[in-house]
């Protein structure tokens, strides 16, 4: 039997490089994620390859660790029975603004040590810390939807799997003002964080990229540690011959049918440059139908199509959770595009930042100060509510019908959703 919550020790640490003491304690904790996640045990190339990646994320590896004897047989006591992985990058906010952002990744819980409070023990110190540390975002992305709104996050982006029918059917309301050419995959190690960044200054939504990324898209890591030789990548470039967009892609094999190719990442710096690397992916011969797991809900591709119908999208579904960790500095980071004033009473259930605030946005600009408790507000939301509004993808207006947002003063929702609001639609195109 596994003890009992008391009995662990919570760790925090760095990668070690190679040889360098503790790189054994990162070589466990990645084996622990994968073991939670079910992937294959990783070969101790694999397991290399992962750490390099991380260590240049910078991340912050949290694990808990038995104190006691561990059961004989079992897995050693340097092995944690649960993982919890941060790196920090930024958040684009809106109108450009960005603010940096504690990311939370690897939440993993040995199944012989589930609910003993490992999850919120981790959960809980890391929030206070990165708000300890100045942040006031925290954000994830969820495996299941049940289990992080107790800790405060809500729902701020969404994706869909598309299905796209590429044959004759396929056709473009679109005049290409620049060019596609294929080239070399490896070509992406240097250009896609350059092609990417373009893309996270104008994107709210947007999360800065790990290392991972670019190794993916060129084929030089894929999920199994090795190289992937079935990449293809062709990149788009602007009427001043730069590069400013790109697709990586795989064709997966003659048996699918019909035949298909699959996105593995498309980032366009452009709206030219979005549409004519879809006019080039519908353009590869002997390919019938093109998939994309990632891409946005709100999708200009099928406004441009002259039959909209060639997407095929049955699976939306929620992507970025955030979590507010400072309800005065995020408010005040953002720029809102109607002037106005609201009250909004915001509860907490961890306390990092409950109160009640008046956000009074005039020029784009917010000061947003705490009232006493007694004043009345406008609008009462938690903080999970909060922070899903905060990017302008989910309407207030919605919320409030869902019973979460409770309107004192009336047409406060609508307001909100005013002042809330971002230039383009909310897309987030980094998975961690
Ligand atoms: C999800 C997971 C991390 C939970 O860890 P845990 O240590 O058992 O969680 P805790 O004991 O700290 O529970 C914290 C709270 O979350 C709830 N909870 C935990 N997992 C939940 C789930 N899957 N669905 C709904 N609620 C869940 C608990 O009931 C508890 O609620 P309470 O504190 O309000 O009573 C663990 O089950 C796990 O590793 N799952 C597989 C990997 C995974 O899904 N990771 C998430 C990646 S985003």
């Known amino acids: 039997m596994a003890e009992l919550s008391g009995d662990y020790e919570i760790r925090r640490f760095e990668v070690a490089s190679k040889g360098e003491p503790g ?21 101790p190339e694999h397991v290399a390859k992962s750490l390099e990646t991380l ?17 004989p047989g079992s897995f050693r006591a340097d092995v944690p ?24 990744t690897a939440v993993t819980v040995r199944t012989s040590h589930r609910r003993r409070g490992l999850l919120r023990r981790m959960m809980s110190e890391d929030l206070a810390l990165a708000k300890h540390d100045g942040l006031a975002m925290a954000a994830l992305t969820a495996s299941e939807g049940s289990i992080y ?4 996050y809500g729902v701020a982006s969404f994706e869909r799997t598309v299905t796209v029918d590429t044959t004759a059917r396929f056709q473009l309301n679109h005049q290409a003002v620049g060019t596609v050419d294929v080239a070399d995959p490896r070509v992406l190690l240097d250009l896609a964080p350059d092609v990417f960044d373009r893309v996270h200054r104008l994107t709210p939504g947007s999360i800065g990229r790990q290392e991972w990324y ?12 090795k190289e992937d030789p079935a990449i293809k990548v062709a990149l788009h470039y602007g009427p001043d011959g730069a590069v400013d967009g790109y697709v990586s892609y795989k064709f997966l094999g003659w048996d699918t049918v019909p035949h298909t190719v699959r996105v593995v990442d ?14 080039f992916l519908a353009a590869i011969d002997l ?12 999708d200009p591709l099928t406004w441009a199509l002259a039959d909209p119908r060639c997407i095929d999208s049955s699976d939306s579904r929620d992507m970025l959770w955030l979590r507010i960790l400072d309800v005065i500095n995020a408010l005040e980071a953002r720029h809102y595009p109607v002037d106005g004033r609201l009250v909004l009473e915001v509860p907490d259930p961890l306390g990092l930042t409950a109160g009640t605030y008046a956000l009074e946005a005039a020029g784009g600009e ?42 004192h003063k009336q047409g406060a929702s609508l307001q909100a959703r005013g002042m809330f609001a971002v230039e383009r639609a909310t897309h987030c195109l980094t998975h961690f």
């Open 55 to 71: 260590r240049a994320d910078r991340r912050v590896l949290t694990g808990a660790y038995q104190t006691g004897a561990v059961a």
């Open 23 to 43: 790189y054994s304690d990162a070589e466990s904790w990645v084996k622990a994620v994968a073991f939670g996640f079910h992937e294959s045990t990783r070969t």
């Open 81 to 104: 029975v649960a993982t919890f992985g941060t790196f920090r990058k930024t958040l684009n906010i809106g109108f450009g603004r960005t603010l940096e952002t504690q990311l939370v």
């Open 266 to 279: 498309l980032v366009a710096a452009t709206n030219e440059a979005y549409l004519e690397l879809w006019q």
């Open 287 to 298: 390919v019938e139908q093109v998939t994309w797991e990632e891409a946005p809900l709100d």
């Open 149 to 152: 709104g107790r800790f405060g």
């Open 366 to 407: 917010a000061a947003v100060v705490r009232l006493d408790t007694a004043a009345e507000p406008d609008l009462t939301l938690d903080v999970s509510t909060l922070s899903s509004i905060y990017l302008g993808a989910v309407c207030p207006v919605t919320l409030t019908a869902a019973g979460r947002i409770r309107e």
């Open 214 to 225: 670019r190794q993916v898209a060129s084929g030089s890591l894929a999920r199994d540690g």
